[in-house]
């Protein structure tokens, strides 16, 4: 009886045998797995689940045991570190997108300042507005990516008042959204699947993509977790996401490929 | 050890006096007319009250970034009346815990009043007292311990509010980031000794306030009865 228990005990505890695939996704990538989710589920058989934050904050959860199978961060250097920590499997390593980065001017954005790639800092350095929303720099890397633009442009100390900062980009984009700020950097990927906020459909807006030169590309790497070295279900995972259809699908939400 | 930035525990200590003190003002009058009145609204004023006890802060958050955007009519109002917008500004972190810790302050003076029953106001009606006079002279002396649970619990709440600020305050360094935020921040990039630092000055602060509300009521107990 006690044998049987314990035997109970260790299957409930024995992660993945029912094929399930838990993956940790920062916050930018989240609504592009969701469109890809019924995809894998139905070609693998597997059942995938999401959990979702910033990459910062996911990266501390799984240093505290969080119990995921994969981490699909929006940098490149969590990933990493969480392979010289030993809790990520060695090599298992890979680029699944490239971030892009826009600054959205939810409405009212100004005409008659410049065009194409002048567009944006022009609007930034006119300043007709309170509150610019970023990601937390230090947490979500589309927030880091969103201070060197500013650096880039010598826009950042003078700006620096004005910065309000979402916990993670998806926060960033609900304070545009809601129109607590006027005007956020948020992932492009965001814009084509966003609410616009209340009482307004689609994203809308005027955005200026932000030229890749003005920060370091945002590499957002996956990596298997430890807990999942021989889960079929995370490699089954990890296989589709480096699929072309996935890969296509992915380009197709907004984000570049490697 | 790392000593944490202490702007944050300025920040909170100021959000939860004004707080508090604003509460006071607008709550004696709220739970004055909830104690005494017959009206058939009462149940629904009560339950207005007590809802910030049960709704989740994501919910208030999620109302407030609603309401208080500049383009909603009170976010309008208060742009034009001061220029700034109210999200992500100190009077708005003030607005969000008024509502916060309403009940905290309401529910301890509502008790209060009704325990004092008809018998004092009625004696001191016969005696030629003012509304105004009786309250000042009978009513507020004889609640005094229900004043103090108010104010104590409304200001220790609104220390320890956390989902409400951050949905709405947009984390500002001296302006909007508070106490429990500033935690968050810290154990969420990893510095976990300046999380320790401020997290247990925080627990202790907690239990003394916690200890002086009950020792008051205790020594009230004995001395009143």
């Known amino acids: 009886m006690i044998l049987r228990t314990l035997f109970a005990v260790w299957v409930m505890l024995t992660p993945l045998t029912a094929g399930e695939v838990r993956v940790a996704v920062a916050s930018n990538f989240s609504g592009a797995l969701e469109q890809l989710r019924d995809d894998f589920e139905t070609r693998s058989g597997h059942r995938l689940t999401l959990v979702t934050g910033s990459t910062g904050k996911l990266y501390a959860q799984i240093r505290h045991g969080a119990p995921y199978d994969v981490l699909l961060a929006a940098d490149a250097a969590r990933p990493e570190r969480l392979e010289q920590d030993g809790l990520a499997v060695d090599g298992s390593r890979f680029t699944y997108a490239l971030g892009r980065l826009v600054l959205w ?57 004005r910065l309000v900062r979402g916990e993670n980009i998806a926060q960033a984009y609900a304070l545009v959204a809601s129109g607590n700020a006027e005007l956020g950097f948020v992932a492009q990927a965001q814009l084509g699947q966003g609410d616009g906020g209340l009482g307004r459909s689609g994203a809308g807006g005027t955005r200026w993509p932000v030229p890749a030169a003005l920060h370091q590309p945002i590499r957002q790497d996956a990596v298997l977790l430890k807990r999942a070295t021989d889960a079929e279900a995370a490699a089954a995972f990890l296989v589709f996401l480096r699929s072309e259809e996935a890969r296509s699908r992915i380009a197709a939400l907004g984000y570049d490929l490697p | 050890m790392s000593w944490p930035d202490l702007a944050p525990i300025r920040l909170t200590l100021l959000l939860a006096t004004v707080t508090t003190l604003l509460l006071l003002l607008l709550g004696t009058p709220l739970a004055w007319w909830l104690a005494t009145t017959r009206s058939r ?51 708005g972190l003030v607005v969000a815990s008024l509502l916060y810790s309403l009940p905290f302050a309401v529910q301890p003076l509502q008790g209060a009043f009704e325990g004092l029953g008809r018998g004092p106001l009625e004696a001191a009606a016969t005696l030629g007292a003012a509304p105004f006079d009786t309250f000042r002279s009978v009513v507020i002396p004889a609640s005094l311990r229900g004043f103090v649970t108010a104010a104590v619990l409304s200001f220790a709440h609104t220390i320890g509010e956390f989902g409400v600020v951050l949905m709405v305050g947009g984390n500002i360094p001296g302006r909007t980031r508070v106490l429990s935020i500033a935690i968050y921040e810290h154990v969420e990039t990893l510095r976990y000794s300046e999380a320790h630092v401020l997290s247990a000055g925080l627990l202790l602060f907690s239990f003394a306030v916690l200890l002086s509300v009950y020792a008051l009521n205790r020594r009230a107990r004995f001395h009143v009865r």
């Open chain 1, 105 to 161: 001017y939810r409405s009212g954005a100004p005409t008659d300042s410049g065009t194409g790639d002048q567009q944006g800092s022009a609007w930034l350095e006119a300043g007709r507005f309170r509150k610019l929303a970023i990601a937390h720099p230090e947490l979500a890397p589309y927030g880091r990516a969103a201070e060197e633009t500013m650096q880039s442009l010598g826009v950042l100390e003078s700006l620096r008042p």
């Open chain 2, 41 to 91: 609204l009462r149940p629904v004023i009560e339950a207005i009250t007590a809802l910030p006890l049960v709704l989740p802060p994501t919910v208030l958050g999620f109302y407030l970034l609603v309401m208080l955007n500049p383009e909603a009519p009170i976010g309008s109002f208060w742009v034009r009346l001061t220029g700034n917008t109210l999200t992500f500004s100190f009077a």
